[in-house]
Nanobody
């Protein structure tokens, strides 16, 4: 299974970006998937996660109300819509998938990781 992120870039504070994550190699339609991020000099932190149907979604407090996670199982694609971006959202954003169906905010629960996409928010 491979997951590849896209959609990162440079945006001004208050702006929006949508990240995409395409999965290949095997269908992930029933797997929980999520987003994490890593800012310069910091560890990787949880952003958002969801199960296959969208009935269970979790967000980090720092992004709640500003970011929206969604997925298109037919296209094997996960999304992260980011709005009202702040300079502190600057980080490399990673898409991830786990073998199980239950979403998790713990990065150790995830088996598949993308290479990451850079998001830079200027003030």
């Amino acid at each position: 299974v491979y997951v590849v992120e896209s959609g990162g870039g440079l945006v001004q504070a208050g702006g929006s970006l949508r990240l995409s994550c395409a999965a290949s190699g095997n269908t992930l339609a029933k797997n929980a998937m999520g987003w994490f991020r890593q800012a310069p000099g910091k560890g990787r932190e949880f952003v958002a996660t969801m199960n296959w149907s969208g009935s269970r979604i979790e967000y980090a407090d720092s992004v709640k109300g500003r970011f929206t996670i969604s997925r298109d199982n037919g296209r094997n694609t996960l999304y992260l819509q980011m709005s009202s971006l702040k300079p502190e959202d600057t980080a490399v954003y990673y898409c991830t998938a786990k073998i199980g169906m239950v979403p998790s905010s713990d990065e150790l629960d995830y088996e598949y990781w993308g290479q990451g996409t850079q998001v830079t928010v200027s003030s």
